[in-house]
């Protein structure tokens, strides 16, 4: 273990740049896990962090994904404590806010990736819209037109896309 | 249903019980940060994730103290951006919902500990006996006082305390 | 006055069933202003209270009309103060959690009606289905599809419909 | 721009300047609801709006007591439905963001009474400070001391000083 002294009295060349880039996967339904776990797969292959809603289906899958390639997993659970949370998070926050925890989802994320989903989904589009996040729908899914989503027809679109978004998104707020 | 485990390239033994300790480390104030440091450093040389409100003071603190000791930080953020993160963090949350992000901080500790901190820092103490979760006040601090309270004189106690409570929060709800 | 202690001893003659029916307008846009003004205006007419975001535009126009007709308003605020509420809102709420106040919205809505808007009342349409509110949108607006969702061409037709709906949501749950 | 009287049938002498002081009741606890249900009928006598968490015990007993004196009640609720409000709120707003809803109670008060309590309460306490409400204590009640809480041992005291207290809150900031 390097001497802590060195380091905290040293923040120059530790610091917020080496945040890596996170990418929300939102969505559901038990049929889009396949599509979803690949999502989850080639992010963690290029080196994003995969954030989700933490609970199943194409959060599970996605997560898992991740986890197959070594990826790191963050889950953002709506309720008070970690029941439900899939297997595959590595970090797990429990906001205790209920659907609210949308809004966190999709803006812990660099861009957002959507695959499938229903009304919950739809509303962490929205809501990454609201905050300015680029979002990716994986067709066939939510027919959102407007700026700043795209849409794409396979996974390895949604992650090349979804991944040039972020570090656009990035530079442009200099975070 | 097929065999979930044909759905995927899952790892059979990744699974969330290797989630690591999570102790949320919350206060304010910068004459706090030499010990919030200090309880930041041993919680990662006990393998104990760090999670904080993301930002500055205590918060940067404790993620600087867990960071030179090689640990694993969590910053959950209350602004809409990664604005006003601190340098320490490896995995970002922007919650977007102001102040209620402190139920998210404390929440996502398994136990908290609270070293100085104002008003924010007694609503999180507040959030976290409604949840359920063990606080340990590093003295001196909050003068609270009631069930699920502990309050200790030095980082050590802080650490030893919080990660005894937190295995025993954990076991009984055998999250 | 009358003595409090019948009262209080006797709940009897005043319970929550004479809570009037809420229903949440939701849009934004300049040019939904008279669209919006005139289904606050309709709402008060028929004796429900006009619940919105507090803020501009199509909120203001709803609680503009609603208060026209001698009606009430309570407006939903994102920030932390009463700071951008319009001047037509007789309750004032002020959540602190930023777009996620969006959630709140519609949930205190026994139905909701959408008038215009961008991404925020998007996420409003959403987060009412994902509550199991009815959903009435006057066209031109958001073109969702979906169980629950309902577009009329007319002030009058969203007032009456949601009026409707919010009947039969609420018989449901007997609330 | 057109003339915003063209648009509108608005009662020109209507603005926000009217909306009516409103002050939040917090605490809990069955012993108290004596105490409670006197503090709201003191608030309603004096013209103020009750606002409170919308639930039972001291909740209720506020509403109640406000309700006797032909007040008007405001309560902010936890869950996503109406379930569990008390019987004598007037407005009913279902934030579904579990306890971050304390935030938008005390938020929404230009004045806090505290009547007795556990930790809801005293998050509730902490969160007036951090946005600057001022906060009255009714004896016997949390014991917390700091800028901004003054501790009273009767209704009619505390009533009488959240009043002063919001009156001055508000000509502060204007709004």
């Known amino acids: 273990m390097p001497p802590r002294a060195f380091l905290s009295a040293t923040p120059l060349f530790y610091h917020r740049r080496v945040v890596r880039t996170q990418v929300a996967v939102i969505g559901s339904g038990g049929d889009n896990e396949e599509r979803a776990e690949k999502v989850g797969r080639l992010l963690a292959e290029r080196g994003a962090t995969v954030v989700t809603g933490g609970r199943d289906e194409v959060m599970a899958a996605a997560a898992r994904g991740a986890k197959s390639a070594g990826g790191t997993t963050i889950g953002i659970l709506p309720g008070e404590t970690r029941e439900g949370a899939n297997e ?64 794409v027809s396979s996974p390895e679109e949604a992650v090349e896309l979804a991944l040039r978004l972020a570090r656009t998104a990035v530079d442009e707020k200099s975070h």
Chains 1, 2, 3, 4 share one sequence.
Do not use: K, M, Q, Y
């Open 88 to 151: 595959w998070i590595d970090h797990v926050v429990v906001t205790g806010v209920g659907h609210a925890r949308n809004l966190a989802v999709v803006a812990s994320g660099d861009a957002v990736i959507a695959v499938g989903g229903a009304w919950g989904t739809l509303s962490e589009i929205a809501f990454a819209r609201v905050l300015g996040r680029p979002v990716v729908v994986l067709d066939p899914g939510w027919a959102v037109d407007g700026e700043g989503v795209e849409r």
